[in-house]
């Protein structure tokens, strides 16, 4: 059964035969431990989605259909506080694994996430599983490698009730760009171009007797020719021959989209499902094969579609005793008291430039690094500190926000403020450098034309994790003027900062500082890159900024923080833009309109159910 969201798409890739086989494919993707309609970091019950429901809908399914696949894309052993306990305790039983292999995958590839707590925690989890893991792009360096592919002699029935087995090919790939995101990665281990490796791998599964070949790509659905070492090229991949099947990942989106009809339900003609993420939605492709004596088995038609995760889903009771100890610990470890907060602590307004959660982790890294360099040759340097917003909407939806109510401060909380294993480090940089990181986080926002009335306020292709907030520093951001930087780094001739200062005096260019920020900006490739490759590394990363937090806060034990803006837009008589927040954050629009000197007014709901609000500028 399906509701009014779901949209079946088909194309007929031949005529049908008297006996076909009818297969029925199953996909997750991003699933990001979201195991249990359950959110942590408000401790309360979440029916947004979740792998407990989509558990009982693959029972429905598999009630349905006859032959069913199921294969999960990658990105599943981080992302909720469910899966730092896992990797804490460090058990023989992994919840995730436990789960999945309760209901029966049959394959999963590995995603870049997943290496988030380290080769052991992740070949720990392949060990626990009755389904291979699959890389074909990976190889490790003095440690055994996860399979590229793997055959499955699957059992299936035909339309007259013949039993055959059915030989399908299932490949993995992961970003080639994932040692890049993590320098230590990158002495482990090496991730080759994707294309590169299909070309060379698919004539061997063929070789091998596939007669099926399905394609897990970690990797979204881009439209841009694709170069070497491209990070998103499932539509690239789905044109190759040898490929059947496609199931994208890793941007998070949904493909195909309700209403894309049977054309927009392929990617080069082969049928592919991108579903969603955090157990949103489950991606179903439905194959009908038929058999030629001398061809063999082919496709004769095929649709797919994703099936959103309704809330009223029920959680399957098999998957909620498999997580039942491990959701226990978790939400004892998160209720843990580690301070008190005399105000709220919320993201809702980061991307105008009020954000008391940034501000709180600027703090602790500043503090941090401080107490490192103590007694060494960099003593007395000036410290900054930079970060970005985490959680701040976006494909997040309308909840995605941090939000930390007056009071008591738990170690939940922490995961809300900061919700990234990543790891502190510092950079030796100078006032150019500085100029430069912010000019890079300021192209978030789209070019306003002076005069004209509620233009988009930011580009929704541009992730706020990237919108870097350097403490201490003050500046201006004109957006009549072109941005400097595109997402991936590429310069663009523009120049949009104005006004930066330190204390109260101009910055200059050969002034020097240590700038405190995360591991994730040390990355080879990305927006950050071009800049921190020649920066020298003072402190290389060290314990998880979550922990620099935690221990801050422990120090401190009280809190009151004034999140005054440390940077404001340019006024643009005549001008106004919109931007989408959270709905809970409307009874702090007066205070936020103050604070920024700047009139807002909430005009209405999006289709995603953000509140939208119209900032004069």
Same mark, same amino acid.
């Given at each position: 059964?399906?509701?009014?969201?779901?949209?079946?798409c088909?194309?007929?890739?031949?005529a049908g035969?008297a006996?076909?086989?009818?297969?029925?494919?199953l996909?997750?993707?991003?699933?990001?431990?979201?195991?249990?309609?359950?959110?942590?970091?408000?401790?309360?019950?979440?029916?947004?989605?979740? !792998?407990?429901?989509?558990?009982s809908?693959?029972d429905?399914?598999?009630?349905?259909?006859?032959?069913?696949?199921?294969?999960?894309?990658?990105d599943?052993?981080?992302?909720?506080?469910?899966?730092?306990?896992?990797?804490?305790?460090?058990?023989?039983?992994?919840?995730?694994?436990?789960?999945?292999?309760?209901?029966?995958?049959?394959?999963?590839?590995?995603?870049?996430?997943?290496?988030?707590?380290? &080769?052991?925690? !992740?070949?720990?989890?392949a *060990?626990?599983?009755?389904f291979?893991?699959?890389?074909?792009?990976?190889r490790?360096?003095?440690?055994?490698?996860?399979?590229?592919?793997?055959?499955?002699?699957?059992?299936?029935?035909?339309?007259?009730?013949?039993?055959?087995?059915?030989?399908?090919?299932?490949v993995?790939?992961?970003?080639?760009?994932?040692?890049a995101?993590d320098?230590?990665?990158?002495?482990?281990?090496?991730?080759?171009?994707? !294309?590169?490796?299909?070309?060379?791998?698919?004539?061997?599964?063929?070789?091998?007797?596939?007669?099926?070949?399905?394609?897990?790509?970690?990797?979204?659905?881009?439209d *841009?020719p694709?170069?070497p070492?491209?990070?998103?090229?499932?539509?690239? /991949?789905?044109?190759?021959?040898?490929?059947d099947?496609?199931?994208?990942g890793?941007?998070?989106?949904?493909?195909?989209?309700?209403?894309?009809?049977?054309?927009?339900?392929?990617?080069?003609?082969?049928?592919?499902?991108?579903?969603?993420?955090?157990?949103?939605h489950?991606?179903?492709?439905?194959?009908?094969?038929?058999?030629?004596?001398?061809?063999g088995?082919?496709?004769?038609?095929?649709?797919?579609?994703?099936?959103?995760?309704?809330?009223?889903?029920p959680?399957?009771?098999?998957?909620?005793?498999?997580?039942?100890?491990?959701?226990?610990?978790?939400?004892?470890? /998160?209720?843990?008291?580690?301070?008190?907060?005399?105000?709220?602590?919320?993201?809702?307004?980061a &991307?105008?430039?009020?954000?008391?959660?940034l501000?709180?982790?600027?703090?602790?890294? *500043?503090?941090?690094?401080?107490?490192?360099l103590?007694?060494?040759?960099l003593?007395?340097?000036?410290?900054?500190?930079?970060?970005?917003?985490?959680?701040?909407?976006g494909?997040?939806?309308?909840?995605?926000?941090t939000?930390?109510?007056?009071?008591?401060?738990r170690?939940?909380?922490?995961?809300?403020?900061?919700?990234?294993?990543?790891?502190?480090c510092?950079?030796?940089?100078?006032?150019?450098?500085?100029?430069?990181?912010?000019?890079r986080?300021?192209?978030?926002?789209?070019?306003?034309?002076?005069?004209?009335?509620?233009?988009?306020?930011?580009?929704?292709?541009?992730?706020?994790?990237?919108?870097?907030?350097?403490?201490?520093?003050?500046?201006?951001i004109?957006?009549? *003027?072109?941005?400097a930087?595109?997402?991936?780094?590429?310069?663009?001739?523009?120049?949009?900062?104005r006004?930066?200062?330190?204390?109260?005096g101009?910055?200059?260019?050969?002034?020097?500082?240590?700038?405190?920020?995360?591991?994730?900006?040390?990355?080879?490739?990305?927006?950050?890159?071009?800049?921190?490759?020649?920066t020298?590394?003072?402190?290389?990363?060290?314990p998880?900024?979550?922990?620099?937090?935690?221990?801050?806060?422990?120090?401190?034990?009280?809190?009151?923080?004034?999140a005054?803006?440390?940077?404001?837009?340019?006024?643009?008589?005549?001008?106004?833009?919109?931007?989408?927040t959270g709905p809970?954050?409307?009874?702090?629009?007066?205070?936020?309109?103050?604070?920024?000197?700047?009139?807002?007014?909430?005009?209405?709901?999006?289709?995603?159910?953000?509140?939208?609000?119209?900032?004069?500028l």
């Amino acid at each position: 059964m399906r509701d009014a969201t779901d949209e079946i798409c088909a194309c007929d890739l031949s005529a049908g035969a008297a006996d076909p086989v009818a297969l029925r494919i199953l996909a997750t993707t991003d699933m990001h431990m979201k195991l249990l309609p359950h959110d942590y970091l408000a401790d309360r019950p979440c029916a947004r989605g979740s !792998l407990a429901q989509i558990a009982s809908l693959v029972d429905r399914h598999r009630a349905a259909a006859r032959n069913t696949l199921l294969l999960d894309n990658g990105d599943f052993l981080q992302g909720t506080p469910l899966g730092d306990q896992a990797a804490r305790a460090g058990t023989k039983s992994h919840p995730a694994i436990a789960a999945m292999n309760l209901m029966g995958y049959d394959a999963a590839a590995i995603g870049n996430h997943d290496f988030a707590f380290g &080769l052991d925690v !992740l070949q720990s989890a392949a *060990r626990q599983a009755r389904f291979p893991f699959l890389a074909a792009n990976l190889r490790l360096r003095s440690r055994a490698d996860f399979p590229g592919f793997t055959i499955l002699d699957k059992p299936v029935l035909t339309a007259s009730g013949r039993r055959l087995v059915l030989r399908i090919g299932v490949v993995g790939f992961l970003p080639p760009q994932t040692t890049a995101w993590d320098r230590d990665l990158s002495r482990q281990m090496a991730c080759a171009d994707i !294309l590169e490796t299909a070309r060379r791998v698919l004539p061997r599964i063929r070789a091998e007797g596939a007669e099926l070949v399905v394609a897990l790509a970690h990797s979204g659905i881009s439209d *841009r020719p694709s170069r070497p070492g491209a990070e998103n090229v499932a539509a690239d /991949l789905a044109a190759l021959d040898g490929v059947d099947v496609i199931v994208a990942g890793h941007t998070h989106e949904v493909f195909p989209r309700a209403g894309s009809g049977a054309a927009g339900a392929t990617l080069s003609g082969k049928p592919a499902v991108m579903p969603g993420f955090g157990g949103s939605h489950l991606g179903v492709i439905d194959l009908s094969l038929t058999h030629d004596q001398e061809t063999g088995w082919r496709l004769s038609h095929a649709s797919a579609r994703c099936e959103r995760v309704a809330p009223d889903q029920p959680a399957s009771p098999a998957v909620l005793r498999a997580v039942a100890a491990t959701h226990r610990l978790t939400q004892t470890h /998160l209720r843990r008291r580690i301070g008190h907060s005399d105000r709220r602590i919320s993201s809702y307004f980061a &991307l105008v430039g009020v954000d008391p959660a940034l501000r709180l982790v600027n703090m602790a890294q *500043r503090w941090f690094v401080r107490k490192s360099l103590k007694g060494t040759r960099l003593d007395g340097i000036p410290v900054l500190s930079a970060a970005a917003p985490f959680r701040a909407g976006g494909r997040g939806g309308p909840d995605h926000y941090t939000d930390v109510a007056p009071g008591r401060l738990r170690l939940g909380n922490l995961t809300d403020i900061y919700s990234f294993p990543n790891r502190i480090c510092a950079l030796l940089v100078t006032g150019a450098d500085l100029r430069g990181w912010l000019e890079r986080s300021a192209s978030l926002f789209r070019q306003i034309r002076p005069g004209c009335s509620d233009q988009p306020l930011t580009d929704p292709g541009f992730p706020a994790y990237q919108f870097d907030v350097i403490q201490d520093l003050c500046w201006d951001i004109d957006l009549s *003027r072109p941005p400097a930087f595109a997402q991936d780094g590429r310069a663009t001739g523009g120049s949009r900062v104005r006004d930066l200062t330190w204390r109260g005096g101009a910055l200059a260019d050969d002034d020097r500082f240590v700038l405190a920020t995360n591991s994730y900006r040390l990355a080879a490739c990305g927006l950050f890159a071009p800049l921190t490759a020649g920066t020298p590394v003072i402190l290389p990363p060290g314990p998880p900024t979550r922990d620099v937090i935690r221990d801050y806060l422990r120090q401190r034990r009280h809190l009151s923080i004034e999140a005054a803006p440390a940077w404001h837009f340019l006024p643009m008589p005549g001008t106004s833009a919109l931007f989408e927040t959270g709905p809970q954050a409307l009874p702090l629009l007066p205070e936020i309109s103050a604070r920024c000197g700047r009139r807002m007014e909430h005009v209405g709901r999006s289709d995603g159910d953000f509140a939208v609000v119209r900032l004069h500028l």
